[in-house]
């Protein structure tokens, strides 16, 4: 999920102090979604540090601290900061990746050709969270990867017979854009893995491992 266009034409270099905050909000189409990866674009040629936050959300500002990651590394361009090992579930609503300033300017991108409305920027308590629009128009470049294979669904249509084999069916629909259905039989309990692989036969996602029970699955 992302709100620029992948172009940087300033940075939050001259809004740094130690302990400011730049969020932005995402709103998933769908749910139940894990946080796969947060990236980030750093506009400088140097590597930075910074301390990576999750918010949910509350009228429209970050509320409660989902999670908080320490000392994460920022390479110049797009870092990814993979997510997926701490188990945060969004069930509706939105939520906020933040980044807080630590030891050195965090030299987040801007970019002004984008809209700043899902932006936000913490400058201490006596202002709280504000749009960040109120310092510099434009969209700041974090993006989240969300990854909504929690969306399995046992098929239990009474109409719709046990598999006795197992069974992957053609996805649909196909060529996509966003999204698309994998249907899938399960013969009998067991441990089911299903897997992506990018057209060089390199595993690139995997988005079931475990036990499943006897039936049709999408």
């Known amino acids: ?12 270099s001259d809004l740094f102090t130690s302990g400011n905050r730049f969020a932005v ?25 910074c301390r990576l936050l999750v918010y949910n959300d509350q009228d429209g500002i970050p509320d409660s601290l989902l999670k908080q990651l320490n000392n994460v590394n920022l390479s110049p361009g797009w870092s990814e900061i993979p997510m997926s090992d701490y188990g945060i579930i969004i069930d509706d609503g939105s939520f ?34 504000e749009p960040f629009g109120f310092s510099i128009p ?6 989240a990867e969300v990854d909504t294979a929690t969306k399995l669904q046992l098929d239990e249509k009474f109409n719709t017979p ?17 999204l698309t259905t994998i249907d899938f039989s399960i013969a009998e309990a067991s441990k089911a ?4 692989f990018d057209m060089l036969g390199r595993e ?4 079931i491992d475990n036990e499943l029970s006897v039936g049709n699955y999408k």
Not at 26 to 48: H, K, L, M, W
Not at 138 to 143: D, E, K, T
Not at 204 to 207: A, D, F, G, R, S
């Open 204 to 207: 690139i996602k995997v988005l």
């Open 25 to 49: 909000k995402f709103t998933p189409a769908d749910y139940p979604v894990r946080v796969y990866s947060a990236n980030i674009f750093r506009q400088s040629e140097t590597y930075g540090t």
């Open 162 to 178: 046990m598999p006795i084999v197992y069974e992957l069916k053609q996805n649909y629909p196909n060529p996509f854009n966003p």
């Open 138 to 143: 434009g969209a700041l470049m974090i993006r």
């Open 96 to 129: 906020y990746l933040a980044v807080e300033e630590v030891f050195t300017a965090t030299a987040i991108g801007i970019d002004t050709d984008s809209d700043e409305d899902d932006s936000y920027a913490y400058y201490g308590s006596a202002t709280g969270w």
């Open 193 to 196: 893995h299903l897997s992506i």
């Open 1 to 12: 999920i992302f709100n620029d266009d992948g172009t940087a034409e300033t940075s939050t």
